[in-house]
Nanobody, 127 residues
Framework: QVQLVESGGELVQTGGSLRLACVVS????????IAWFRQAPDKEREFVAG????????QYRDSVAGRFTISRDNAKNTVYLQMNSLKPEDTAVYYC????????????????????WGQGTRVTVSS
């Protein structure tokens, strides 16, 4: 099983930017699905962005498409989430999630797929 550690969350003003990082360690499978989720107070955990297939494509929830970008640095075993033009509704705890195998454009959004989760990093966007 892999271990995931997120960082980069903080308080930012509306319109600002943040870059979250997720460092992956442990027994990393040759094919691994990885994605970002978030959970706002009193809301369900929701999909934000993820890699599909064998990591060659990306998927985003509609409300962040065009503002957020998921990327990876394989040499550093790190996945990033660049967040631009932040809005108050982006306020949440952001989690990195991973699972062996590949995902489809549909399954990448299903939190039940993922077997490893980080502890989360808090993002607060002030209005």
């Amino acid at each position: 099983q892999v271990q995931l550690v997120e960082s980069g969350g903080e308080l930012v003003q509306t319109g600002g930017s943040l870059r979250l990082a997720c460092v992956v360690s442990g027994r990393i499978p040759s094919v691994m699905s990885i994605a970002w989720f978030r959970q706002a107070p009193d809301k369900e955990r929701e999909f934000v962005a993820g890699f599909t297939g064998f990591g060659s494509n990306t998927q985003y929830r509609d409300s962040v498409a065009g503002r957020f970008t998921i990327s990876r640095d394989n040499a550093k075993n790190t996945v990033y989430l660049q967040m631009n033009s932040l809005k108050p509704e982006d306020t949440a705890v952001y989690y990195c999630a991973a699972s062996p195998g590949y995902t489809t454009a549909k399954s990448v959004r299903d939190k039940r797929l993922y077997t490893s989760w980080g502890q989360g990093t808090r993002v607060t966007v002030s209005s």
